[in-house]
């Protein structure tokens, strides 16, 4: 344990201001000018452990020192704007207020096990109905560490650049926002839970991004996402709540047994985007898909890889007219569809069951058609039921048998008189050659690296 002995002179109750319970509500306005002061004119080192430190509205600035808040209790907003630290360290703080840093520069920025508001497993800290919420705009730290941080309302961060972060054990329990930031060196959300919406906008990652055994429990976006290194990116295994827009995954990996999708359907697009009629968010949407495809061709996990090509098909008959929504089709219509005709004959010959399945309802069509018509001599004659022919009034009348034959040997030779036809010889290949396509795949299945 760490012993800390407070340098600042005792009042009445035995304790400085800033460590008295009560000071910072009696005395609001002498700490905060004590606090101000005393952070200004620091000669290097500014010691705030356990202090309570009282709602300071404007922005706190001073020179080039070391700030450690471990253990503090800030019972309202503070602000850090153009300050140049060696460390600021706020790990085991609880903020009762919102913290902004604008344009900060530090070496280290340590937010280990702070909580910003009340957390539902501990004694509340903070009244009731307060939702402090973090925001960090143009802020550059060579080392953020905010694992095991708990955050009760909205994290905000914007054009911050930080070269070594930690994000493990993190639990945001409203939104996540991160647009226009560069992580340069692995970033790790190993194991964080994310409840809210969680955004990364048009942010980079030049090394790796871990979210491994991550939970993501709200809605997921990597809208225009740069993964530079996409061989030491690893995602959830859940992804049935992650958009992908924009985003090249084409490498990345993924954990074995990857949920990609709910009986909703695939929200790797966001369809709302796509509702507003632009071309441009249709193709979008399409190319997550095909980036998709690529990744799990790559990657020789072919059904996966079938799925999104069915969805792909599937997005331009439903998207279709510039974007705008078609009415779905009812269940007739949509068993017949041409998405069931992609699902069923463009597996990527992964599934051996629907290749035979397909060869048996041929061959038993082939046998009961020649057993209907086995050959001339017995045929006979057809009767046209509410049928006229040659001009003769409607009725019941035979069809000559010649006539059937001719009709069956103009559309392939598939009359009795001749041999099963083109039509039959061509399906033939096609189950031959996706047979083919699957053994051979599943002979030479193994991991790439």
């Known amino acids: 344990m760490l012993r800390y002995e407070c340098h600042r002179d005792a009042g009445p109750s035995g304790r400085c201001i800033f460590h008295d319970e ?119 730290f060579d080392e953020l560490d905010m694992s095991w941080s708990f955050f009760a309302a909205p994290v905000i961060m914007k054009g911050c650049n930080f070269t070594r972060s930690e994000f493990s054990r993190c639990e945001f329990r409203e939104s996540l926002s991160v647009d226009q930031c560069t992580f340069r060196d692995t970033a790790s959300f190993r194991t964080a839970s994310f409840w809210g919406t969680t955004g990364f906008t048009d942010t980079s990652f030049a090394s790796g991004a871990l979210f491994r055994e991550s939970s993501f429990i709200g809605h997921m976006d990597f809208h225009r996402v740069d993964f530079q290194d996409q061989r030491r990116v690893t995602m959830p295994v859940d992804m049935s709540d992650v958009s992908l827009l924009g985003t090249d995954v084409a490498r990345v990996r993924f954990e074995a047994g990857t949920i990609w999708d709910t009986k909703g359907g695939l929200k790797m697009f966001d369809v709302r985007k796509i509702e507003d009629g632009s071309e441009a968010s249709l193709a979008e949407a399409l190319s997550v898909c095909r980036n998709m495809r690529e990744n799990r061709d790559y990657y020789m996990d072919y059904s996966a890889a079938a799925k999104f090509f069915e969805w792909e098909m599937e997005m331009q008959r439903q998207f279709r007219n510039a974007g705008r929504v078609v009415r779905r089709k009812g269940m007739l219509a949509r068993v017949v569809s041409m998405r069931y005709a992609y699902k069923i004959a463009s597996d990527y010959g992964e599934s051996i069951h629907k290749i035979m399945g397909l060869w048996a309802a041929l061959v038993a069509t082939s046998f009961a058609y020649f057993f209907t018509f086995p050959d001339a001599a017995t045929l006979g004659h057809v009767e046209l039921l509410g049928g006229c022919w040659y001009g003769e009034p409607c009725g019941h009348h035979p069809v000559p048998t010649a006539v059937i034959h001719r009709a069956l040997d103009a559309m392939g030779g598939a009359g009795p008189s001749g041999s099963p036809g083109l039509v039959f010889h061509a399906a033939t290949l096609l189950v031959l050659g996706m047979s083919f396509i699957a053994v051979r795949r599943r002979l030479e299945r193994r991991p790439r690296h």
Request: charged share 25%; hydrophobic share 35%; with cysteine.
């Open 22 to 140: 009560t000071s910072h509500v009696e005395a609001e306005d002498i700490v905060r000018e004590a606090f101000l002061r005393e952070f200004r004119d620091s000669d290097g080192n500014g010691f705030f452990i356990g202090c309570n430190i009282p709602a300071v509205r404007e922005p706190v600035s001073g020179p080039r020192i070391t700030a450690i808040f471990s253990g503090a209790h800030f019972h309202g907003p503070i602000s850090f704007a153009n300050t140049r630290l060696d460390t600021i360290d706020f790990s085991e703080a609880r903020f009762c207020g919102e913290l902004h840093m604008h344009n900060c520069r530090a070496d280290r920025a340590a937010f280990e096990g702070s909580r910003f508001g009340n957390h539902p497993d501990e004694d509340d800290a903070c009244p009731d109905g307060v939702t402090p919420s973090v925001r960090l705009e143009a802020c550059s």
